[in-house]
């Protein structure tokens, strides 16, 4: 059974197909048809919704307001959680303070897309925060517009966001965090076809059960599989509720983060050991998929085109690999075997992944290049990360996306530059070629494989010229907190 909250009211389902998603659930189950469908593929920001769920802060919960595009979230990640879509807003006599500040600063037209807008601007007006400009682009990052043009809504969203949250649900916040704390106590126990382990050992005895069901993390990958491509699904295991794949433990070696932690919770965590690949993760999709997706889906679909493994990979990160009776560990390296392949076995899972601190990371950046800034899949991604000392090569780690069939290294890198001289034009031209001729990547509708050449080889040359005052350091000790 899932338990959560509509509104106020508490709602119970026992019975719901695998493949049943939250806008369905919304549109054609409760006929509340204010959300709207756009592209069913997580693109558009139409179908946006808010979850209200309690989060822990300093020991003391808050309500936390979430934006989730509701096309492909499956019912299975509600259990727990308020519901919040636009129908709610309005007190019945007033339009809500968001909706009245769109109105003042005309970002209407012809409204199809609006709906999604007005829950993108509640949520950021429940986070208190009287954002600045670039903090509302980021809340909006997954919502298009096609006609009335982005100021008037960015403008009446600055607006409303400067006085503090004040509506029916700040002023219920007590009653609602009681009410979903008590309904979260108890874990959800599945709805015919979708399963949701809470331990680990569930987990292992559910994939015995059901050896056909599929693993399902935050959806944003999978459901396009029902959306898209219309595939039937017969039976999911959802990871959402099991807390160990949930954590982040840090010490003086490593980061690790459990598989399931959504990119939007892992994200503080990461960019403190890493600031430098603070633009990689805000372009990651937008705020709505960060908030679903997470970082184990990302390395387990292994999309020649996932911006995490890279990353992961230029990080020499280590995989966690579970089936219930062992944890094995693998470096990320050896995981991609080909096209979408992996060597996750049949009953593994990877139960978390763990960076190393320590890097030898005097130089480290992050590219990622698309057609568009937010809520795009990347034509090229690479990320560079160099040990220099006393001005010369040392070593170097790197990850490549978009140019060949899986993730990727160059090693070739390493071997030609390794004891040059920084700074030297050698090093740039030799590291340009190297990257040009290293990759067979494919033309596809992103880019051409002469501009993924010619781009990855200009990544370099960027690198070289941005990092040209850290190879003047005699030497740097990288301190993380
Ligand atoms: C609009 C949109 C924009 C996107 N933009 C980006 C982007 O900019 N960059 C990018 O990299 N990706 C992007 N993606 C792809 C997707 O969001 C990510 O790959 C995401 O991290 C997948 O995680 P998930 O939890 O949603 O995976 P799910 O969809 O739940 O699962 C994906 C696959 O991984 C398997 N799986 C999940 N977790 C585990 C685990 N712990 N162990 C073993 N198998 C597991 C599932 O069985 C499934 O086969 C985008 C997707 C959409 C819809
Ligand atoms: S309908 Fe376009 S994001 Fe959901
Ligand atoms: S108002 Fe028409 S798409 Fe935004």
């Not at 989730?68 to 879509?85: E, R, Y």
């Not at 219309?230 to 099991?242: A, C, G, P, W």
């Not at 490549?400 to 700074?423: H, I, M, N, Y």
Request: hydrophobic residues 40%; glycine residues 6%; charged residues 20%.
């Amino acid at each position: 059974m899932i338990r959560f909250l509509i509104d106020n009211d508490i709602v119970e389902i026992n019975e719901a197909r695998a493949d049943l998603t939250l806008l369905q659930f919304i549109r054609e189950h409760r006929k509340k048809t204010g959300t709207k469908e756009g592209c069913a593929a997580g693109d558009c920001g139409a179908c946006t919704v808010v979850l209200a769920e309690p989060v822990s802060v300093n020991g003391t919960y808050q309500l936390h307001y979430r934006t989730v595009n509701s096309c492909i979230t499956l019912m299975s990640a509600i259990h727990g959680k308020q519901l919040i879509f636009v129908e709610h807003l309005s007190d019945g006599k007033h339009l809500h303070p968001v909706q009245q500040a769109l109105v003042e600063h005309h970002g209407s037209q012809c409204g199809f897309c609006t709906p999604g807008f007005i829950m993108s601007m509640f949520a950021l007006y429940h986070s208190n925060s009287k954002p600045k400009r670039d903090d509302v682009l980021h809340a909006l990052s997954g919502n298009l517009c096609r006609c009335t043009g982005y100021r008037p809504i960015i403008d009446a969203t600055l607006a409303v966001c400067e006085q503090a949250p004040n509506d029916k649900f700040s002023a219920l916040q007590e009653k609602t965090l009681a009410t979903l704390l008590s309904l979260g106590a108890t874990p959800p126990t599945g709805t015919g076809n979708i399963h949701t382990p809470s331990t680990r050992e569930e987990l292992k005895a559910l994939i015995k059960a059901y050896p056909e069901a599929q693993l399902v993390a935050g959806s944003t990958d999978l459901s396009l599989q029902f959306t898209q491509q219309l595939k039937n699904v017969n039976s999911l295991i959802s990871l959402t509720h099991i807390d160990a794949l949930k954590q982040c433990t840090i010490n003086e070696h490593s980061v690790t983060f459990g598989a399931a932690i959504p990119l939007s919770d892992m994200a503080p965590a990461l960019l403190n050991a890493f600031p430098q690949v603070a633009e990689l993760i805000t372009r990651f999709a937008s705020l709505p998929i960060r908030n679903q997706a997470t970082i184990g889906g990302n390395v387990a679909n292994a999309s020649p085109i996932g911006d995490m493994p890279p990353l992961l990979l230029a990080l020499n990160a280590i995989l966690h690999i579970d089936n219930g009776d062992d944890v094995n560990t693998m470096p990320i390296s050896a995981f991609f075997t080909g096209y979408r392949e992996t060597r996750l076995a049949k009953g593994e899972w990877i139960s978390a992944i763990e960076i190393p601190l320590k890097q030898p990371s005097q130089a480290l950046a992050a590219y990622k290049i698309s057609k568009r800034f937010e809520d795009d899949i990347s034509a090229v991604c690479a990320v560079f990360n160099v040990t220099i000392e006393n001005g010369k090569v040392e070593a170097i780690s790197s990850g490549f996306g978009g140019v060949a069939a899986t993730p990727t290294t160059c090693d070739a890198l390493e071997r030609a530059l390794k004891g040059k001289q920084f700074s030297s034009t050698e090093c740039l031209h030799l590291g340009k070629q190297i990257l040009f001729d290293a990759f067979t990547p494919i033309d596809d509708v992103r880019a051409t494989a002469e501009y993924r050449k010619k781009v990855l080889a200009n990544l370099w040359h960027r690198f070289w010229l941005e990092n040209q005052s850290v190879s003047k350091i005699e030497t740097r000790v990288v301190q993380h907190a």
